[in-house]
C-alpha cells in the first residue's frame, strides 16, 4: 500500500513539472530576442529558452521528471519593426507550439487525477485493514484526522 502511495506522488509530481513547463512556455511564447551573432540589432536579448520534461521509470515503480530546454529553443521570425530585428528585419522566437503545450496542460491535469485517485484508494485500503484490525469502535473518532 505504501509503494502504491510513493508511485502516486511521483506521478503526481511529475504531472505538476508537466503543467509548470507547459505554463512557463505558454506566457513567454511572445518573448522574442536577437539572433545569436546578429548584425545591426538595436538592442540585444536572448529570446525566451522552452523547457520541455523527461520522466523516465524508477526501479520498484513510480516517475522520476526533470525540466529540460529544447534541443532547438528558437526559430527565426520576421520582425522588421523590433529593437531586436537584425539587418534582415529577423528576430529569435521561442520555439513554442501552442497546440501542444495545451495539449500538455490538458494531459498533465488528467495524469494528476488519475494519480490521486490511486492514492485516495490506497488510503481506503489501509484504513479498511487497519479498520478490520481494530475491534473497537473508538478509532471512529479519530478518522480522517
Do not use: W
Not at 503545450?101 to 484508494?121: H, I, P, Y
Amino acid at each position: 500500500m505504501f509503494d502504491a502511495l510513493r508511485i502516486a506522488t511521483s506521478g503526481m509530481q511529475a504531472a505538476q513539472l508537466r503543467l509548470h513547463a507547459a505554463s512557463q512556455n505558454i506566457a513567454n511564447v511572445n518573448s522574442i530576442g536577437s539572433l545569436p551573432n546578429a548584425v545591426g540589432t538595436q538592442q540585444r536579448r536572448e529570446p525566451y529558452t522552452p523547457v520541455t520534461v523527461t520522466q523516465s521509470s524508477v526501479q520498484g515503480g513510480g516517475v522520476r521528471a526533470e525540466l529540460r530546454t529544447v534541443e532547438e529553443p528558437f526559430v527565426e521570425t520576421y520582425s522588421p519593426s523590433s529593437v531586436f530585428a537584425d539587418q534582415r528585419g529577423m528576430v529569435a522566437a521561442p520555439n513554442v507550439d501552442l497546440a501542444k503545450e495545451m495539449t500538455d496542460v490538458v494531459a498533465a491535469e488528467m495524469s494528476f487525477k488519475a494519480n490521486a485517485m490511486v492514492a485516495r484508494a490506497a488510503y481506503q485500503m489501509f484504513d479498511s485493514l487497519l479498520s478490520a484490525m481494530d475491534s473497537r469502535d473508538d478509532r471512529k473518532r479519530l478518522r480522517y484526522v
